[in-house]
Nanobody, 127 residues
């Protein structure tokens, strides 16, 4: 059974850090591009970051550039999102998604590019 499971969310003060994990089972993550998305209440889902299958290409939304870092350890079938200098506006439910071969067309921030989705993990940034 194909599954993506996110973990690492929680409550953190502004300026703090969290590291999210996206663990895959039922398929080989190493062949997949992985995107992180977030959705805050009342807002549309937003693409946060993307890493290609090898880790050689990464992309970020302007709102998180310089604060978030995406990485992967294919041997562990896991992708990470290190989030530093968190702001209240980063509060959202964060999900990871896998783009498996044959890779979907379109921009990395388009949800339609992806084949599998996790259930999400909540990140709350508040004092």
């Amino acid at each position: 059974q194909v599954q993506l499971v996110e973990s690492g969310g929680g409550l953190v003060q502004p300026g703090g850090s969290l590291r999210l994990s996206c663990a895959a089972s039922g398929f080989t993550l190493g062949y997949s591009g992985i995107g992180w998305f977030r959705q805050a209440p009342g807002k549309e889902r937003e693409g946060v970051s993307y890493i290609n299958f090898s880790g050689g290409a990464t992309y970020y939304a302007d709102s998180v550039k310089g604060r978030f870092t995406i990485s992967r350890v294919n041997a562990k079938n896991t992708v990470y999102l290190q989030m530093n200098t968190l702001k209240p506006e980063d509060t959202a439910d964060y999900s990871c998604a896998a783009d498996i071969p044959p890779y979907g067309g379109g921009n990395w921030w388009s949800p339609f590019k992806y084949d599998y989705w996790g259930q999400g993990t909540q990140v709350t940034v508040s004092s």
